[in-house]
């Protein structure tokens, strides 16, 4: 009879392979835990950005465990979505109250109706929102004939005043029609002049802000000079406008309100109303939701507006959301909450109903700043 084998015991150097294995199994580990829970808490923090709950939902929730007679503030039918209900609709992208996110990707061209309407302006519905402007042509001439036949000179600002509004263009070549009468770009309505373009928008809102006491910055810089200058094309206009944005900033740290001028492609009856036997420009607000100021913008829209349909009824076209699947989905309006998008008429306005409008949005936002200062 053979004796017992006796048992090896492992050699060191299979014990420090071991342990380095199990260390990096470890540290692997955690790090993956780590970046789960990063992406958790982004798509979670998304989903409860668009989940838009009503006053009494979110005081419920808030202190609903800590005193149970919170559990009766809100209705049972308004009841929040639990967090799975909040997690499923973060991972697939589907949401629940909203039937279009089922089929919305699947078919061609309904990522249009991605786009949310906040408040709906009279006539506004989702077969004739905003239009984005299409690229400008490759070289720009100068426009003839300009139906302004002065440009309206900047006021001077007091240096003394803290300039707390910043009046930019991404799309600083938008112009209209009326104003390229006879013009090679009539068609497409784009002009490097800015006497004829978004850019003397800018000038008329700063020539109210102004003569209200109100400090501004208004960069007239030419963004299609500006993308070619980089060799970047007209997908990233957004791009280079944040640089202007974040270099103003930097500039002038009072800067608190960020305003985006546009013009809308829209045709001429859905973008002009008539108030007082007097035409206008009618005005849209483009809200990024994919931001994190997105709510405290979309606030200042609504208060811009209620201010405008106070004296200017019908003026307001809507207030819209966009997220990345139909549109940048940003707008700069990261860079602080109170930044705004603007629409100033369509294509086929003439100059003199934009000013009227650019004007009056002037003066609703005076208004807002100086109540916001008391």
Not at 184 to 213: F, K, M, R
């Amino acid at each position: 009879m053979k004796p017992p084998t006796p048992h090896k015991s492992p050699s060191l150097i299979q014990e420090i392979l071991s342990r380095y294995v199990f260390l990096l199994i470890l540290v692997y580990g955690l790090a993956a835990l780590i970046v789960m829970s990063n992406v958790k808490i982004g798509l979670l923090d998304g989903a409860i950005q668009q989940a838009e709950w009503p006053a009494e939902t979110v005081l419920r929730e808030t202190f609903g465990n800590e005193n149970v007679l919170f559990n009766h503030a809100a209705p049972s039918l308004n009841k929040p979505k639990n967090i799975y209900h909040l997690i499923l609709e973060a991972v697939t992208d589907i949401r629940f109250d909203d039937v279009r996110s089922l089929f919305g990707s699947e078919l061609p061209g309904f990522t249009l109706y991605n786009t949310k309407i906040f408040i709906a302006g009279k006539g506004l519905n989702y077969t004739n929102l905003p239009k984005e402007s299409p690229p400008p042509p490759e070289i720009i001439l100068e426009a003839p004939a300009p139906e302004r036949k002065h440009k309206n000179a900047q006021p001077s600002v007091d240096q003394k005043l803290k300039k707390v509004v910043l009046l930019y263009h991404t799309h600083s070549w938008e112009s209209y029609k009326p104003a390229l009468a006879g013009g090679n770009h009539a068609v497409s309505a784009v002009s490097a002049d800015p006497d004829l373009d978004v850019i003397q928008d800018g000038t008329e809102i700063g020539n109210v802000l102004a003569d209200n006491g109100i400090g501004y910055v208004h960069d007239e810089s030419n963004k299609t000079v500006g993308l070619k200058k980089h060799g970047w094309g007209y997908n990233e206009a957004y791009q280079y406008s944040r640089s202007v944005v974040q270099s103003n900033l930097k500039k002038n740290p009072d800067l608190t309100y960020l305003i985006d001028i546009h013009r809308d492609s829209s045709g001429r009856k859905f973008t002009t109303t008539s108030i007082n036997s007097v035409s206008y420009a009618r005005i849209s607000f483009i809200i990024g939701e994919d931001n994190p100021n997105y709510s405290a913008n979309l606030y200042l829209a609504k208060q811009i507006k209620d201010l405008l349909d106070k004296r200017y009824p019908g003026l307001v076209r809507g207030i819209i959301g966009k997220t990345k699947n139909d549109g940048n989905g940003v707008y700069n309006q990261d860079l602080s909450k109170n930044a705004l998008l603007i629409e100033i008429g369509g294509v086929d306005n003439s100059l003199a109903e934009v000013d009227r409008s650019s004007r009056a949005f002037a003066e609703a936002l005076s208004t807002f700043i100086k109540e916001r200062k008391k």
